[in-house]
């Protein structure tokens, strides 16, 4: 059997990564504007605590929010508490008000941001992003929604929306509207951002880049920002300097880290569809939350190869699903909204990311896992 990865079910989905050589250049230009922002003394110090008074935070975290700033061509950044989630709930906290509207994507909403919208009382109107043309009817006839919100990883199986596309069409039809992109797992791993695309606010997990737990991300217009920041006056809600510096110094190493796990993701998923396991229907590439390979079973076992998984040496749970913890393989369940938009993915379908491992490694647990399930 040939493998031809543009054969693969839902391969339009697959969001283009990265090569090795591509991740060490964005690795150097991290560390130049680093090297920009800090003299060597403060960089190689830890970082500053409390509320200092030129900028009413850390001098370290405003120093680092300007690298990033930079890094993402962005004209601001701000780092916020509650990892990814928060950096959404703040950004639409400050740009909407309870009751009113944005668009969302037909499609299962990832289950934080669901809350996000309820917490904060706003309303949806969902379109098809896979649609350009019902993208463009929606934004050029509605006048009640006053934001477009996408996220950048896929919500399911079958998106095949371009990004930048997607956001440069709405930008055209109405350059007023803000657009705020979720680029959770996309972030150091995919071309861009959706800021470098012309959206008006990404935002992501530090967590997701190796960095430390809790910590969010937001790049975009200085205006608005500077409002979030004003509003997060609290010594309490401050991100500590030594926190913005760990999440800058380990960010260093998420791009080559990143594109070498993407490398593998791809040949486990060469490797299985060339037949080098029993009792596999198919495997192809998705970006759902991570680049990953779903596997689907010729049987219904697996909760079972899962439970398997474990004792053979992987990982059946994420810690942040790309965090600095995770390095041996994940085998998992298929993500919450790809079950929803396809139920039989419950019983027959595994979710696979090598993480730091090689494609041997994943292969072989698989297959015991699945020869243990399988004789049970």
Do not use: W
Request: negative net charge; glycine residues 8%.
């Amino acid at each position: 059997m040939v493998y031809d990865p543009s054969q693969l079910k839902y391969a339009d989905s697959v969001l283009p990564a990265m090569t090795v050589q591509e991740a060490q250049q964005l690795q150097f230009k991290l560390v130049d504007k680093m090297s920009r922002q800090f003299s060597g003394d403060e960089f190689l110090s830890m970082g500053d605590l409390g509320v200092a008074p030129a900028h009413k935070k850390p001098e370290q975290t405003e120093k680092v929010e300007r690298a990033l700033a930079n890094f993402f061509r962005a004209e601001s950044a701000a780092l916020v508490r509650g990892a990814g989630t928060g950096a959404i709930r703040n950004i639409l906290s400050t740009l909407m008000s309870p009751g009113e509207a944005m668009f969302i994507h037909t499609a299962p909403v990832y289950t934080t941001t669901k809350d996000t919208i309820r917490l904060l009382g706003l309303e949806t109107k969902a379109i098809d992003y896979n649609d350009l043309a019902a993208v463009e009817k929606a934004v050029s006839q509605d006048e009640t929604c006053k934001l477009f919100y996408v996220q950048h990883a896929r919500q399911q199986p079958t998106d095949t929306y371009d990004l930048k596309t997607v956001i440069q069409t709405v930008k055209r039809i109405r350059p007023d509207m803000p657009v705020v992109v979720d680029d959770n797992y996309c972030a150091l791993k995919t071309y861009g951002i959706g800021v470098e695309y012309g959206a008006d606010f990404s935002t992501f997990s530090g967590f997701k880049v190796l960095g430390p737990e809790g910590i969010g991300v937001i790049a975009g217009k200085e205006r608005e920002i500077k409002l979030l920041q004003s509003r997060n006056y609290s010594g309490g809600g401050q991100v500590q300097g030594y926190e913005a510096m760990e999440l800058l110094r380990m960010m260093t190493f998420a791009p080559v880290s990143l594109a070498i796990q993407n490398e593998q993701v791809e040949e486990v998923c060469r490797q299985l569809n060339e037949g080098s396991l029993n009792g596999i229907e198919s495997a192809y590439m998705t970006n759902a939350q991570s680049k990953n390979v779903i596997v689907e079973l010729q049987d219904p076992i697996a909760p079972e190869v899962i439970k398997h998984s474990n004792l053979f040496g992987a990982a059946i749970h994420p810690v942040g699903a790309e965090s600095k913890y995770e390095m041996i393989p994940m085998i998992y369940r298929v993500s919450g909204s790809f079950i929803e938009a396809q139920p039989s993915l419950k019983e027959y379908g595994l979710r696979i990311n090598p993480m730091k491992s090689g494609a041997s490694t994943v292969l072989n647990i698989l297959e015991k896992a699945i020869n243990s399930a399988a004789t049970q």
